[in-house]
Nanobody, 127 residues
């Protein structure tokens, strides 16, 4: 059973940075795809960034392009989300998700693409 554990969330002022981590057990970061999602209170969970491990292709939501970077460290079995120039609108619970065997594509931002989910880590951005 794949287990995902996020960490690195916290409170930061607008313009600041955070790096989220997602550690996985029983999952190989060299196959399939993973992504970061977020959910603000009262809103739907939305895709933030995704990565297909087969060729390293990355995907980003328009609202984070140029500010966030998704990456992985295979040796540590860890997925990262570097978040810079944070805005109040980035506040929410951030989740990592895994889709073993999925080869990436335009569906990266759909929740149903992913089989495994972490419990989330809270990010709060204040002005």
């Amino acid at each position: 059973q794949v287990q995902l554990l996020e960490s690195g969330g916290g409170s930061v002022q607008a313009g600041g940075s955070l790096r989220l981590s997602c550690a996985a057990s029983e999952y190989t970061y060299s196959s399939g795809s993973m992504a970061w999602f977020r959910q603000a209170p009262g809103k739907e969970r939305e895709g933030v960034a995704g990565i297909y491990f087969g060729n390293g292709r990355t995907y980003y939501a328009n609202f984070v392009k140029g500010r966030f970077t998704i990456s992985q460290d295979n040796a540590k079995n860890t997925l990262y989300l570097q978040m810079n120039s944070l805005e109040r609108e980035d506040t929410g619970m951030y989740y990592c998700a895994a889709a073993p065997g999925w080869n990436g594509g335009s569906w990266w931002g759909l929740k149903d693409t992913y089989k495994y989910w972490g419990q989330g880590t809270q990010v709060t951005v204040s002005s």
